[in-house]
């Protein structure tokens, strides 16, 4: 507790002397809470999804403190020089307390410290950052398949444009997103791995129009390090995974390495390609009304040739999400945003995996034999949350476990609203129902059924001290999770 309060101290001296130093637009945030539960466990929807930062054990008191520097509004329609570049800041900072946080879990959390500048459209920005990669409804997904906001973020370099930007030549026909990042895996049980990123979209008519399309990938690849565990073992080079330059650019590619083994790697980087990758393909038609948008999501995970093949199909998550744009109305309620999902994760090119194939099957989603737990940061899995870590499943589930993700053959449904009163809160109901089938090589004696929910009201206390206070009700019942029922509150300022 003492490292708490002195943090907090510094937190605020520092934001005050950046005050006083910038006539820019600071923003701060300080929110306290706690989560409730007579259960062992805090339910899914109280905890998937929000970065990491809520422990898997309960109860727990929370407290949240943010500062941040967005770019100014540009004003200058002109475009003139000087108004192309800016920059702008961001950190948060989030202290649990409670009886039954996990030993090796940490109390005090930075999921986010880092800068960005802007110059015209293209943003570089360093540090970690909240982000999710992909095609869909970013506010109320279940999760985005290959990368979503279930993990702590971790620091990285990328440089990117973070809107559509429009080709003049093509008379603003066509418009593209493209990033590109390296990363670091800091703090985690194997030292000294690295995350390559990228990704390009590619939007098909002009802003003016009410129909558009949009297709494009993304793509990650862990990559690197060393562990202990390794040592001996013909994974690694006495427990290292390559590290060259010219390892990078294989993996950048996907594209084999020119050896099956060297004094580099050995034969399963040779064989396999360098790296854990995992990405998807997204494609999304969207209806641009003046009252309303619609946009219908599909994004096809892959890992391997046989995914980037479309061997794997229908797996992938598949959404429609509706934003009401009508002005406030006469009506006490109004439905602001409607979100349905449906995942599926059965086929992975088939049950068995074949070195000798074409197209190797087996995919084990999340999986990998050199990285021990998987597409996972700090035991968090990065990607959709219904494919979970076998410490997040009931007892009698994870006793059976034969890898770090034993569950992921999944089909799941996913529903989520949000609508405000006129004069009350701002609604948010999420509800999920899932078939688990665990994996080809371990697959359960029988279907594992899960159910859970959560519903939400936010009550403005004073708009003019934008103070708002949450409240959150919680519930698990099923087979995956222990059965679980738990709450959530908090009191939020923002000046």
Same mark, same amino acid.
């Given at each position: ?10 937190? =605020? ?14 923003? $701060? ?21 929000? $970065? ?110 973070? /809107? ?64 202990? $565990? ?73 890992? /391997? ?86 410490? /997040? ?19 799941? =449904? ?82």
């Amino acid at each position: 507790m003492p490292r708490l309060f002195l943090f907090i101290g510094i937190f =605020w001296i520092t934001s005050a002397q950046l005050w006083a130093q910038s006539a820019r637009r600071i923003q $701060y945030t300080s929110e306290l809470g706690g989560y409730a539960t007579p259960n062992a466990q805090i339910p899914y929807w109280l905890r998937a999804n929000q $970065y990491g930062i809520v422990p898997i054990r309960g109860s727990l008191g929370t407290l949240r403190l943010s500062m941040n520097s967005d770019y100014r509004p540009r004003t200058d329609t002109t475009a003139k020089r000087t108004s192309r570049f800016d920059w702008g800041f961001g950190v948060s900072a989030v202290a649990n307390v409670g009886p039954r946080l996990v030993e090796n879990e940490s109390t005090l959390l930075l999921p986010e410290a880092y800068g960005k500048v802007r110059f015209g459209k293209v943003e570089l920005f360093a540090g970690n950052r909240r982000e999710v990669y992909g095609l869909g409804d970013t506010v109320l997904t279940s999760g985005f398949v290959a990368w979503s906001g279930n993990a702590l973020p971790f620091p990285k370099i990328q440089l990117h444009t973070p /809107d559509f930007v429009s080709l003049g030549f093509t008379k603003h026909l066509l418009a593209f997103r493209a990033g590109y990042a390296h990363g670091w895996f800091t703090n985690t049980y194997i030292q000294g791995s690295y995350l390559h990123q990228k990704y390009l979209y590619v939007r098909l008519g002009k802003p003016s129009w009410k129909v558009r399309f949009v297709a494009g990938l993304n793509h990650q690849v862990q990559w690197g390090g060393h562990a202990a $565990y390794l040592i001996g073992k013909p994974l690694a080079i006495d427990g290292h995974l390559p590290t060259s330059f010219q390892d990078y650019l294989s993996l950048v590619i996907g594209h084999y390495p020119d050896a099956i083994e060297n004094d580099r790697f050995t034969e399963f980087d040779g064989t396999n390609r360098v790296g854990n990758h995992i990405g998807s393909y997204d494609v999304a038609v969207e209806w641009n009304g003046a009252d309303n948008y619609w946009q219908l999501y599909h994004q096809h995970i892959y890992e /391997d040739a046989s995914g980037l093949a479309l061997q794997n199909v229908p797996d992938g998550l598949t959404g429609l999400r509706f934003l009401n744009r009508k002005g406030s109305s006469g009506s006490r309620f109004r439905l602001n945003r409607l979100v349905v999902e449906w995942l599926s994760t059965t086929n992975q090119s088939g049950p068995t995996f074949d070195q000798t194939a074409r197209w190797q099957g087996g995919d084990n989603y999340f999986n990998h034999s050199q990285y021990v737990e998987g597409w996972s940061y700090k035991g968090r899995t990065l990607g959709t949350p219904f494919i979970a870590p076998y410490t /997040d499943l009931a007892p009698d589930v994870a006793s059976t476990a034969g890898s770090f993700y034993p569950n992921n053959r999944v089909v799941a =449904w996913y529903s989520a609203a949000e609508g405000t009163f006129r004069r009350g809160p701002v609604l948010k109901t999420q509800l999920s129902y899932s078939r688990n089938f665990g994996t080809f090589s371990k697959p359960y004696p029988q279907v594992l059924h899960q159910f859970s929910t959560l519903a939400s009201a936010q009550w403005s206390l004073s708009q003019r001290a934008r103070l708002t206070l949450t409240t959150s009700l919680a519930l698990d019942r099923g087979d995956m999770y222990p059965d679980s029922f738990g709450s959530f509150i908090s009191i939020r300022k923002v000046w």
